[in-house]
């Protein structure tokens, strides 16, 4: 157990929660069971033909309840019939027909319009950072990139839960934690993640193996003290709120992180949905088990992300059985109008897996001027039974066409064909070289992988430590989540391409510098603190002023606790340092 967790004898209450299957999806369940329904391992049986349902003398055989040798031999005779009928597509104008009465019509293939996007498919606005970004971001402030998405907001959320959490246990009223401090505890997660990813915190702080930075940045004490009463929501109302959020102890940091990601990045024409674990072992009513993931156990969210930048658009957590979704409508199809929701209309492309795509899915977003390509369940009501078990030629492509949907079916294996549905393309043409690949499958690898790169991303220099607190986990997520949008922006807006590994040093520093300007005594004397404040606080470039209803007066000094470039009618003086009227 990587989290040093026992096992408690309550273990059923937290059982990982399965999704949730609609009555649309039934049969796609049974179609399922029947295709990877176990049998022999005799040579002369090919194991996807199995999609065709058994004869009972065939459920005896599977069981192994003494089939004779002839029977076997009969059985597989009977499948060879049955093979030879179904395994071909058909010629081109042939009409094939999915069990839910899907009509597909056979088409041919088509290299004069490769490459070419509809006009529907057209994008309609300039993507990158909105102008929130541009005005915002300062030119050697990487904090400036960060506060736009852990804005004011979520820092004096999480001072007012921490103060009222710590109040409570210890029944001290006058315990308090500033802003600043939580500028500088946020500050140490990063420096962690990146310098000494796993140490314990004894080791941090450790003078002979620690790195100077966190012992400069606060004591281990009071460090610890914070870590012990962090929290995001308030416990006296907490109980009415869980009624109607599962996620209620973290919901607020979580809704507030997102809408900042929406409202600061336009998304280039591509977006891709997908889902993503975060690893954890903590006592969750909604954690999740998969068993084809890396750490297995974690809590699940779905997110949605620009390929081209790799900039978090929208995402929300999976806790079960979700009352906003309608009955009638498959969590897959949810998941994907709710995550697109704010970028429909634009002529965007969406790129999914199998578990998502669907003809339905596809019409209903292009019906909203937003495309769909994606790999396609082979159990679906929608696809005929002859494409599910047809076996041509190696690198043999069948298209086939129901309205604006254009079905691949690519022969990439000799014993697996490859469908992919695609609105993006009326026409599919074909690769050239060996393979033969078809243009709607070079798009699908080139827009699939965005959700699995920022996954990696936040890996390599996580925040996650040791909590058993599960919103705590949660909030390392947010916070690097945070890091990579952050560092996209700035290097968009500025220019700069940073490595987001300095990125996150110099983040960690300003944060630390945030909370040490704060604890400075002003009227010392010392002239060499005062000097090292006014050089990181005074811009050397002379620039409109970035405060809110002023004339853009020019100025060549910097609020220090916002770093926004103020002039001298928005600001006042504070022992040698600027602050403007904003942060009074």
Same mark, same amino acid.
């Given at each position: 157990?990587?989290?040093g ?15 949730p ?6 049969d ?57 009928e ?32 509809? &006009? ?32 004011d ?17 210890? &029944? ?98 591509d ?7 975060f ?8 954690? #999740?088990?998969?068993?084809? &993931? ?5 809590i ?12 978090l658009l ?23 109008l ?6 429909m ?63 691949t ?46 996954? #990696?991303?936040?890996?390599?220099y ?17 916070l ?8 996209i ?23 630390q ?46 609020c ?10 928005c600001?006042? &003086? ?11």
């Amino acid at each position: 157990n990587s989290e040093g967790e026992e096992l408690s004898d309550t273990e059923d209450e937290y059982i990982p929660i399965s999704e949730p299957t609609s009555s649309d999806d039934i049969d796609d369940d049974i179609d399922d069971i029947e295709e990877t329904r176990p049998t022999n391992s005799s040579p002369d049986i090919d194991e996807d033909i199995l999609g065709a349902p058994l004869l009972a003398t065939d459920t005896d055989h599977t069981r192994g309840r003494g089939m004779s040798v002839n029977r076997g031999r009969g059985r597989r005779a009977t499948k060879g019939i049955q093979r030879a009928e179904v395994d071909v597509i058909g010629e081109v104008g042939s009409i094939l027909t999915g069990k839910d009465g899907t009509r597909w019509e056979v088409i041919e293939q088509d290299n004069s319009g490769a490459g070419r996007r509809g &006009k529907q498919n057209i994008l309609r606005e300039s993507p990158g950072p909105t102008s929130l970004p541009k005005h915002q971001i300062v030119e050697g402030r990487v904090l400036s990139a960060f506060s736009l998405l852990i804005d004011d907001f979520i820092i004096k959320h999480i001072q007012k839960c921490t103060e009222s959490e710590a109040r409570t246990k210890l &029944k001290c009223e006058s315990w308090v934690i500033s802003y600043e401090e939580i500028y500088a505890v946020i500050g140490i997660m990063f420096a962690r993640g990146v310098l000494a990813k796993g140490q314990s915190v004894d080791h941090l702080w450790s003078k002979t193996w620690g790195p100077p930075f966190f012992r400069k940045t606060m004591s281990r004490d009071r460090f610890k003290e914070i870590m012990k009463f962090l929290r995001f929501d308030i416990r006296s109302t907490r109980s009415d709120r869980l009624k109607t959020d599962k996620f209620a102890l973290v919901s607020q940091v979580w809704d507030r992180f997102i809408g900042n990601c929406i409202v600061s990045y336009r998304p280039n024409e591509d977006i891709a949905v997908d889902e993503q674990l975060f690893p954890t072992k903590t006592r969750c009513p909604f954690i #999740q088990y998969i068993a084809s &993931k890396p750490d297995k156990f974690g809590i699940k969210f779905w997110l949605a992300v620009d390929v081209k930048s790799n900039y978090l658009l929208n995402g929300f957590p999976y806790l079960g059985k979700d009352v906003d979704r309608p009955t009638s409508q498959p969590l897959s199809e949810y998941v994907v109008l709710r995550l697109v929701e704010p970028y429909m209309g634009k002529g965007r492309n969406v790129t999914t897996d199998n578990f998502f795509t669907s003809v339905k899915l596809a019409e209903k977003l292009k019906a909203k001027n937003t495309s769909l390509v994606g790999t396609v369940n082979r159990a679906r009501r929608e696809i005929p039974q002859c494409v599910k078990q047809s076996r041509e030629d190696r690198y043999k492509t069948h298209i086939l066409k129901n309205k604006d949907s254009t079905l691949t079916v690519y022969q990439g294996k000799p014993s697996k064909n490859v469908l992919l549905l695609s609105t993006v393309h009326s026409t599919v043409g074909i690769g050239e070289g060996t393979k033969q690949i078809p243009e709607t499958v070079s798009y699908y690898n080139s827009t699939k992988y965005s959700v699995d790169v920022v996954d #990696q991303m936040a890996r390599l220099y996580s925040t996650k430590a040791r909590s058993r607190r599960w919103p705590v986990q949660v909030f390392y997520n947010i916070l690097d989540l945070a890091a990579i949008n952050a560092a996209i922006l700035y290097r968009e807006v500025t220019g700069q391409n940073i490595a987001r590994r300095d990125f996150i040093l110099q983040l960690a520093v300003e944060l630390q510098q945030a909370f040490k300007n704060t604890n400075a005594n002003d009227d010392s004397g010392d002239s060499d603190t005062d000097m090292e404040v006014d050089i990181s606080t005074t811009t050397r470039k002379r620039k409109q002023c970035q405060i809110r209803n002023c004339k853009k007066n020019k100025t060549s000094e910097i609020c220090y606790k916002c770093k926004l470039a103020v002039c001298g009618k928005c600001t006042s &003086k504070v022992s040698k340092r600027f602050i403007c009227n904003n942060c009074i």
